[in-house]
C-alpha cells in the first residue's frame, strides 16, 4: 500500500543542523518532494530528487535517497528562527500525477 | 507574475447550503488539483483533472463537485452532502514540461469554516 511516514516533531538551537526524515512504502516512486508550510498558508516546494539520484543540495538544502530503506532525508545547514515551520515529505507515483504526502514534521527553532 | 491563487481566503458555510472555491493559474499547466487539510494531517486528495473538460475523483470526493472548463480554472464545490466540511483547502497546479513536470505548486489556501 502507499504510506509515507515522518517524525511529528523537532526541536534545535538557531546555528545548528536539522535532519528532517521520511520513510516511505512504494518502490515504484518517480520523484520524492519536500514542501514547507507556515501557519495559515500554502505549501512552499523546497526541493525535489528524482529517484535515481543519491543526492542533491540546493544551498542550504541537502536531501538524502537511501532507495535500498525507502527513506529519505532533509537536512537544513545553520537553521534560521525563519526555518520554523511544518516540513512534508511526499512521494509522487509512477504515471498517475497523484502525490502521497506524510502528515508533516513540525520543525522549531530555538533561539 | 505567475502563480496560483485562490479566493476567498476565508469562507463561511451554512448548513444546507453549497459553496464553491476558486482556484486560478496563469503557470499555462495542464493538471490541477484539490487537496484538503485537516489540523495536524498531511493533505488528502478530492479531486484532480490532468487536461481541460476532464477530471477523476481523489481518495475523499465524497460531497464535493469540481469543474474544469477552463485550463486555467479549476472551481470546487462543497456540497450540503459534506457533512464535516471545516477545514485547508489546497489548490494546486503541475505540468510546466522537462524534468520534474509533475512537480505541484500550491496555491494559498482557503479555510472553510461551518457557522
Known amino acids: 500500500g502507499e504510506d509515507v511516514e515522518q517524525s511529528l516533531f523537532l526541536s534545535v538551537r538557531e546555528g545548528d543542523s536539522s535532519v528532517i526524515n521520511c520513510t516511505y512504502t512504494d518502490s515504484s516512486s518517480t520523484y520524492l518532494y519536500w514542501y514547507k508550510q507556515e501557519p495559515g498558508a500554502g505549501l512552499q516546494l523546497l526541493t525535489y530528487?528524482?529517484?535515481?539520484?543519491d543526492m542533491k543540495q540546493d544551498q542550504r538544502l541537502t536531501v538524502l535517497l537511501n532507495k535500498k530503506d525507502k527513506h529519505l532525508s532533509l537536512r537544513i545547514a545553520d537553521t534560521q528562527t525563519g526555518d520554523s515551520a511544518i516540513y512534508f515529505c511526499a512521494e509522487s507515483m509512477d504515471s498517475s500525477y497523484k502525490l502521497i504526502f506524510g502528515s508533516g514534521t513540525r520543525l522549531l527553532v530555538r533561539p | 507574475d505567475g502563480g496560483i491563487t485562490q479566493s476567498p481566503k476565508y469562507l463561511f458555510r451554512k448548513e444546507g447550503q453549497n459553496v464553491t472555491l476558486s482556484c486560478e493559474q496563469n503557470?499555462?499547466?495542464?493538471?490541477m488539483y484539490w487537496y484538503r487539510q485537516d489540523p495536524g494531517q498531511g493533505l488528502r486528495l478530492i479531486y484532480y483533472?490532468?487536461?481541460?473538460?476532464?477530471?477523476q475523483k481523489g481518495d475523499i470526493a465524497e460531497g464535493y463537485s469540481v469543474s474544469r472548463e477552463k485550463k486555467e480554472s479549476f472551481p470546487l464545490t462543497v456540497t450540503s452532502a459534506q457533512k464535516n466540511p471545516t477545514a485547508f483547502y489546497l489548490c494546486?497546479?503541475?505540468?510546466?514540461?522537462?524534468?520534474?513536470?509533475?512537480?505541484?505548486?500550491f496555491g494559498p489556501g482557503t479555510r472553510l469554516l461551518v457557522l
Open positions: 483533472s490532468q487536461i481541460v473538460n476532464d477530471f
Open positions: 503557470l499555462n499547466h495542464d493538471a
Open positions: 530528487i528524482f529517484s535515481n539520484m
Open positions: 494546486a497546479s503541475s505540468g510546466g514540461g522537462g524534468q520534474g513536470e509533475e512537480t505541484q505548486y
